[in-house]
């Protein structure tokens, strides 16, 4: 069972069904742990929920995909292979694509659980820039082990202890100024 309210815009996603419920979701964006490709083409998993949303228009996608992939920074090192599967690119190029799917279809919060774990340093190094740059267009709720990391990146952070907060604050003030037990 499922209890709590979980608000986005005003309603509660908790108690949302139908039509509501599928415009919920795409309000909200998934970058997982593990880079997790649709098993089709680079352009496909771009332009999937896009069809899914209406859009169907070739001129249209070809714009979107090329939008998004600029926007991740992976338009140069894919646009000759755009028709290749999605699973042959690297793990940071597939993490940068999944950011580029859950991108494309507009969604007003990014959820990043873990979103660098999976990768090299270079890799998330890139995927950390690219939080920065979005973060001044799209509210980004990440769960992350690593300190440093929220240090880097965040403007609010939470701290959680087997799911009870323990501190929660700007990430300066918690970060340098910790509250004293």
Known sequence: A????????GKDIVKA????????RRQVGL???????????????IA???????IRKKSKLNLIVEHYLRAVNLWEEVK???????????????????????????PSVLLA????????????KKV??????????YSIVMVTHTLRQALRIADYVVFMYLGEVIEAGDAEQVFHHPQKE
């Open 2 to 9: 499922i209890s709590g309210v979980v608000d986005l815009g």
């Open 17 to 24: 069904s139908g039509p509501e419920l599928t415009e919920l």
């Open 31 to 45: 970058v997982p742990q593990r880079p997790c490709p649709l098993p089709m083409s680079i352009y496909d998993n």
């Open 48 to 54: 999937y929920g896009c069809r899914i949303h209406g």
């Open 80 to 106: 000759d292979r755009l028709h290749s599967p999605a699973a042959k690119l690297s793990g940071g190029q597939q993490q940068r694509l999944c950011l580029a799917r859950s991108l494309a279809v507009e």
């Open 113 to 124: 659980d873990e979103s660098t774990s999976a990768l090299d340093p270079i890799s998330s």
């Open 128 to 137: 950390e820039d690219l939080f920065v740059e979005l973060m001044q267009s």
